[in-house]
């Protein structure tokens, strides 16, 4: 099959739904030789930072000249985007190729009885198949959702597995307390593994805790007290790091907020960690060349300088609160235009009894997908807090609208969900 026909066939697997459990993913990666097997991974959940803590931890390796796969999710747009090697998405004759390869032991599955992979089992599975035949060195690994059953949780063992902040998410799937959600998340660590993880609230920090300890894994916690920002601007983050023997000064990162320095450092606490062990060699200059240049769309990017136009991809109330704090401590501007289309599953009262009080205007607008909540109830529910509001369903509307209200010391954001922003950034960018 050629490109589309290989992008048409992994979506319309999406009709599966999502199922997690194991016993599918096992059985197709069997059929396709177990790639995973011959691949070393870092493996990295939790519920905020997981995208830019994997970027960091890929683009310093790759300084250091190892070749090094990074899988994530979702795109924002271009499916390629979910498998990488370093920063080159996974070309399209090879995207093709590689798929007719699993389709083919996708047959081999349904003729034995079994369920048609989902979506996401697929992709993992065509993700692990390419990364093997590239040889990579490395695979940063990171969690599509909760770790115990997800597919990529399929792997036997990795050489680190990483806990970003845990907070309420995914509530109806993972449970509804932060104990149930961290033992979901920490099923990840494996027996007599290597576990990093990020200082968790008190709830979560115990279940991880007792998890590695029933594991006999070693447990690792990223030491926050020795970050001190030096520098927050819409420029980037300066900070300095200590870790250890290493104490690094005035790193510059490019993304933007306070917590993108927080998330860096518990990239450099696994890699650090990782060096100690004797499993990478990295340098201070692998460090800081690293870090400056890793990128990560759709994270309080800038799009356009004027009117400056910004799209985050907060999509949970300890993501909103980080862009709140972001919105307030880094950027001066006249008037805030806000856009905003958010999920019908998420914690939509709390998220924008966050937000909307902030906007001088609010564009309520509808993420291209069946899961976002109706224009019209959303904006029902913002006038509760703010009464400056229009609606306009169509994105690309709602950003027209957005860039004639501003004035040249405005501040343009729309933000809410993942899916929303992809199609922003892809519009915004064009116009």
Same mark, same amino acid.
């Given at each position: 099959?050629?490109?589309?026909?290989?992008?048409?066939?992994?979506?319309?697997?999406?009709?599966?739904?999502?199922?997690?459990?194991?016993?599918?993913?096992?059985?197709?990666?069997?059929?396709?030789?177990?790639?995973?097997?011959?691949?070393?991974?870092?493996?990295?959940?939790?519920?905020?930072?997981?995208?830019? =803590?994997?970027?960091?931890? =890929?683009?310093?390796?790759?300084?250091?000249?190892? #070749?090094?796969?990074?899988?994530?999710?979702?795109?924002?747009?271009?499916?390629?985007?979910?498998?990488?090697?370093?920063?080159?998405?996974?070309?399209?004759?090879?995207?093709?190729?590689?798929?007719?390869?699993?389709?083919?032991?996708?047959?081999?599955?349904?003729?034995?009885?079994?369920?048609?992979?989902?979506?996401?089992?697929?992709? =993992?599975?065509?993700?692990?198949?390419?990364?093997?035949?590239?040889?990579?060195?490395?695979?940063?690994?990171?969690?599509?959702?909760?770790?115990?059953?997800?597919?990529? #949780?399929?792997?036997?063992?990795?050489?680190?597995?990483?806990?970003?902040?845990?907070?309420?998410?995914?509530?109806?799937?993972?449970?509804? =307390?932060?104990?149930?959600?961290?033992?979901?998340?920490?099923?990840?660590?494996?027996?007599?593994?290597?576990?990093?993880?990020?200082?968790?609230?008190?709830?979560?920090?115990?279940?991880?805790?007792?998890?590695?300890?029933?594991?006999?894994?070693?447990?690792?916690?990223?030491?926050?007290?020795?970050?001190?920002?030096?520098?927050?601007?819409?420029?980037?983050?300066?900070?300095?790091?200590?870790?250890?023997?290493?104490?690094?000064?005035?790193?510059?990162?490019?993304?933007?907020?306070?917590?993108?320095?927080?998330?860096?450092?518990?990239?450099?606490?696994?890699?650090?960690?990782?060096?100690?062990?004797?499993?990478?060699?990295?340098?201070?200059?692998?460090?800081?060349?690293?870090?400056?240049?890793?990128?990560?769309?759709?994270?309080?990017?800038?799009?356009?300088?004027?009117?400056?136009?910004?799209?985050?991809?907060?999509?949970?109330?300890?993501?909103?609160?980080?862009?709140?704090?972001?919105?307030?401590?880094?950027?001066?501007?006249?008037?805030?235009?806000?856009?905003?289309?958010?999920?019908?599953?998420?914690?939509?009262?709390?998220?924008?009894?966050?937000?909307?009080?902030?906007?001088?205007?609010?564009?309520?607008?509808?993420?291209?997908?069946?899961?976002?909540?109706?224009?019209?109830?959303?904006?029902?529910?913002?006038?509760?807090?703010?009464?400056?509001?229009?609606?306009?369903?169509?994105?690309?509307?709602?950003?027209?609208?957005?860039?004639?209200?501003?004035?040249?010391?405005?501040?343009?954001?729309?933000?809410?969900?993942?899916?929303?922003?992809?199609?922003?950034?892809?519009?915004?960018?064009?116009?």
């Amino acid at each position: 099959m050629n490109y589309n026909e290989a992008l048409e066939y992994i979506h319309e697997t999406n009709k599966f739904g999502s199922v997690l459990g194991l016993e599918n993913i096992k059985e197709l990666l069997e059929l396709m030789g177990n790639p995973q097997k011959d691949l070393k991974f870092i493996h990295v959940a939790g519920t905020n930072g997981k995208g830019s =803590t994997c970027s960091y931890i =890929t683009s310093i390796l790759s300084k250091a000249g190892y #070749n090094v796969g990074l899988f994530t999710s979702p795109y924002l747009e271009t499916f390629n985007e979910r498998i990488r090697i370093g920063s080159e998405n996974i070309p399209n004759d090879d995207l093709a190729e590689v798929t007719t390869f699993a389709k083919e032991s996708v047959e081999k599955m349904l003729e034995k009885g079994f369920n048609h992979p989902t979506e996401f089992e697929l992709v =993992t599975a065509i993700a692990f198949e390419y990364y093997k035949r590239k040889k990579v060195d490395y695979v940063v690994l990171e969690v599509g959702l909760g770790g115990r059953y997800d597919s990529t #949780n399929i792997i036997d063992k990795s050489i680190a597995s990483v806990i970003v902040p845990i907070a309420m998410d995914h509530i109806d799937v993972l449970g509804d =307390t932060l104990g149930k959600i961290a033992y979901e998340k920490a099923g990840i660590i494996k027996e007599n593994g290597f576990v990093i993880t990020y200082p968790q609230e008190p709830e979560a920090k115990e279940v991880v805790e007792t998890v590695a300890k029933e594991q006999n894994a070693e447990l690792i916690t990223v030491p926050t007290e020795n970050v001190s920002i030096k520098e927050v601007s819409e420029m980037g983050t300066k900070f300095n790091f200590k870790y250890g023997n290493y104490e690094l000064e005035d790193l510059q990162i490019s993304l933007i907020g306070k917590h993108q320095a927080y998330n860096a450092s518990t990239a450099l606490t696994t890699l650090f960690a990782l060096r100690d062990k004797g499993e990478i060699n990295i340098t201070e200059e692998h460090v800081r060349k690293g870090l400056e240049e890793t990128k990560w769309i759709g994270r309080l990017e800038l799009l356009k300088k004027s009117p400056r136009f910004i799209i985050d991809g907060a999509h949970n109330m300890q993501g909103i609160e980080a862009l709140k704090k972001t919105l307030q401590e880094i950027f001066n501007y006249d008037k805030l235009i806000l856009g905003l289309g958010i999920l019908a599953d998420k914690d939509v009262d709390h998220m924008i009894a966050e937000m909307a009080p902030l906007g001088d205007q609010i564009i309520v607008t509808e993420a291209n997908i069946f899961r976002a909540m109706k224009a019209e109830e959303l904006a029902e529910r913002i006038s509760k807090y703010n009464k400056n509001y229009i609606v306009e369903k169509d994105i690309e509307k709602a950003i027209d609208k957005a860039i004639e209200m501003a004035g040249e010391n405005d501040l343009i954001l729309f933000s809410g969900s993942l899916y929303l922003i992809g199609d922003v950034r892809k519009y915004a960018k064009n116009k």
